[in-house]
């Protein structure tokens, strides 16, 4: 599993933070004491499919040329 490997650096002891808000994504932040200032922020959202996305009023996505 992903979550596995990136709590490989983390001190049995460290914590992990998981910061909950109606209406938005689950926000993680782990701190890796060991490597110093170093700090990783990330977010847990559900999976849309497209054509929720499209139902819910969601815009496409623009393409690069």
Same mark, same amino acid.
């Given at each position: =599993?992903?979550?596995? @490997? $990136?709590?490989?650096?983390?001190?049995?002891?460290?914590?992990?933070?998981?910061?909950?808000? !109606?209406?938005?994504?689950?926000?993680?932040? =782990?701190?890796?004491? @060991? $490597?110093?200032?170093?700090?990783?922020?990330?977010?847990?959202?559900?999976?849309?499919?497209? !054509?929720?996305?499209?139902?819910?009023?969601?815009?496409?996505?623009?393409?690069?040329?």
């Amino acid at each position: =599993m992903l979550l596995d @490997k $990136l709590l490989l650096p983390l001190d049995k002891k460290e914590e992990i933070a998981f910061h909950i808000k !109606e209406e938005h994504p689950l926000k993680v932040i =782990m701190e890796f004491k @060991k $490597l110093g200032t170093c700090q990783l922020m990330f977010f847990i959202v559900p999976r849309v499919d497209d !054509e929720d996305w499209e139902e819910e009023g969601g815009e496409e996505e623009e393409e690069e040329v």
